[in-house]
């Protein structure tokens, strides 16, 4: 079990500010074939939001390709999908096998445990504290500007003040 957690969190990587895993992976672990895999997500796109899965970009592929020995040998025709935590829930779902659910409540372990070990990671607390108070400073910054927009339109809106006449009245 311990090697199969060590081989799985090896296949976790980050891109776009995701943990992501890839189809083919993924495909390893179900015990399906690439295609099969790709084609009941394709079929099911509506579970698939954005931040579950996307397609790498051809700059992604080309990086991957170039920092790991594993995806330089990656001979597909297709840049691989990429599927987020929620991504891999979805696909268990989609693919309905006892293995797939299986290896998902595996590999959902694994993500709890990595973001349980960054949580625990020492000035983790302070580090998001900080954080915090950036936003709330850039929050409040940002609005007095809105507000600042907001009584500019609405003295817009409220079209030109009336003004005393000035000379006779005819």
Do not use: C
């Not at 083919?24 to 954005?50: C, H, M, S, T, W």
């Not at 829930?89 to 096998?97: A, G």
């Not at 817009?156 to 003004?163: F, Q, V, Y």
Request: hydrophobic share 40%.
């Amino acid at each position: 079990m311990e090697n199969a957690t060590i081989a799985i969190r090896d296949m976790i990587y980050e891109i776009r500010g995701f943990k992501v895993m890839f189809d083919r992976d993924l495909a390893e672990l179900y015990g399906v074939e690439l295609k099969a895999l790709n084609q009941a997500a394709k079929r099911n796109i509506g579970r698939f939001p954005p931040d579950f899965m996307f397609q790498l970009t051809n700059d992604e592929w080309k990086n991957l390709r170039s920092q790991f020995v594993t995806f330089s040998k990656d001979t597909r025709k297709y840049k691989p999908f990429a599927f987020t935590e929620h991504g891999i829930l979805m696909l268990s779902s989609v693919l309905n096998s006892s293995k797939a659910i299986e290896v998902n409540i595996q590999i959902m372990r694994i993500f709890v445990n990595m973001r349980h070990y960054t949580l625990a990671q020492p000035g983790t607390n302070e580090q998001i504290a900080e954080l915090r108070k950036l936003l709330l400073l850039y929050i409040e910054k940002n609005d007095k500007r809105v507000n600042d927009i907001i009584i500019a339109l609405n003295n817009l809106i409220g079209g030109p003040k009336e003004t005393k006449k000035i000379g006779f009245n005819p």
